[in-house]
């Protein structure tokens, strides 16, 4: 059974037009004057289906705005599903309000580390109380010399030393403000740990640190990584799988080797050519997308999401919306064309 089950889960978020903005956008939509603001949505997760297994680090990747970080909310229970399950250690947990999730004793199974170390930090907080409020709040322990032993041995787990635990977040730098999120994370000992972009916001040399101490923890503590990315030279270095979302749907699916040498869909391919080679001899040909990305509210269910900026679209793909199909290497793709049928696997896999 695996750890994490996805099975078409969908986030739509109403938006209103009025005005004359609104009737503007009516009619592009071919809405009548008795209609003019009434809601629409954006669909931000359309249909997503996946699994984590125990022990197991799946990387997700595409531009910004593709829904990762909405993704990663609703697994981490921050938001509530518009429909669809998610189903952790067997039970679905989608269908908990996420209000009443975070009280839950399932709370401390999941745990996110956030993209920005200072946004995520409570100011008056020191690194002692950060790291000791989810033990106080969920862990059942007590002030005392018990919590303090835990506090000093997560730090020890994240490479901060104890000096640091009287500091406050503006006392530390941003490799060190990393260390308290992940030590704060990981204090209840979660199954799971969902990471958004958890480095991006780091120094490059520091990226790399955090990003080995990050696989440490994985090998030593027996953790389920979901790692948010746009950087697919980090999925390659910590990932066994990696999805790629586009627009809020996962359009390509596999182990992340499979992948990085042999990209299926158009998407993955025009990402891995825009990765900087540092041997010249490996570079290829950067796949520009020209077009314009089309608009994620109310998209037809019918028209391939990628349709306005594939280099190889044809008609079939506005009116039938692939789906995810099998492929050799264990790998799924949503392309009615995929490029191995027309001899375009060979793409550079140098990531960066």
């Known amino acids: 059974m695996a750890l994490l089950q996805i099975v078409d889960l969908m986030k739509k978020f109403p938006i209103r037009r009025s005005g004359a903005a609104g009737r503007v956008w009516n009619s592009l939509r071919g809405v009548g004057a008795e209609e003019r603001g009434e809601a629409g949505y954006l669909h931000a997760v359309d249909g997503v289906t996946f699994s984590i297994q125990a022990g197991e680090s799946v990387g997700l990747v595409g531009e910004s705005g593709c829904g990762k970080s909405t993704l990663a909310r609703l697994i981490a229970r921050l938001l509530d599903p518009?429909?669809?399950?998610?189903?952790?250690?067997?039970?679905?947990?989608?269908?908990?309000?996420?209000?009443?999730?975070?009280?839950?004793?399932?709370?401390?199974?999941?745990?996110?580390?956030?993209?920005?170390?200072?946004?995520?930090?409570?100011?008056?907080?020191?690194?002692?109380?950060?790291?000791?409020?989810?033990?106080?709040?969920?862990?059942?322990?007590?002030?005392?010399?018990?919590?303090?032993?835990?506090?000093?041995?997560?730090?020890?787990?994240?490479?901060?030393?104890?000096?640091?635990?009287?500091?406050?977040?503006?006392?530390?730098?941003g490799g060190q403000k990393a260390r308290v999120g992940i030590a704060r994370a990981i204090a209840l000992d979660p199954s799971l740990l969902v990471l958004d972009e958890p480095t991006s916001a780091l120094d490059v040399s520091v990226q790399a640190v955090i990003l080995h101490l990050l696989e440490d923890l994985k090998n030593r503590l027996g953790m389920s990584y979901l790692f948010v990315s746009h950087d697919l030279n980090v999925v390659r270095l910590l990932c066994q799988r990696v999805l790629v979302m586009y627009l809020g749907k996962i359009v390509e699916a596999g182990p992340t080797g499979e992948i990085l040498r042999r990209p299926r869909h158009p998407y993955t391919r025009a990402l891995l050519s825009a990765i900087p080679a540092i041997d010249t001899t490996e570079r290829s040909e950067r796949v520009r997308l020209t077009g314009e990305p089309m608009s994620p509210v109310d998209p037809s269910p019918q028209v391939c999401r990628f349709y306005s900026r594939c280099p190889q679209r044809e008609e079939r793909c506005r009116q039938e919306m692939p789906v995810l199909a099998p492929y050799p290497g264990g790998v799924e793709t949503a392309c009615h064309f995929p490029l191995e049928k027309q001899g375009n696997a060979g793409t550079r896999t140098a990531v960066s």
């Open 82 to 173: 518009t429909s669809g399950a998610i189903a952790f250690e067997g039970r679905n947990i989608g269908g908990i309000p996420a209000g009443r999730f975070i009280q839950g004793e399932m709370r401390r199974k999941i745990q996110m580390v956030f993209q920005d170390p200072t946004e995520s930090l409570n100011p008056g907080f020191t690194t002692f109380r950060a790291i000791a409020d989810p033990l106080l709040r969920l862990g059942g322990m007590r002030r005392g010399p018990g919590l303090r032993m835990r506090v000093e041995e997560l730090c020890e787990l994240v490479g901060l030393a104890p000096e640091f635990l009287g500091r406050y977040p503006h006392q530390l730098s």
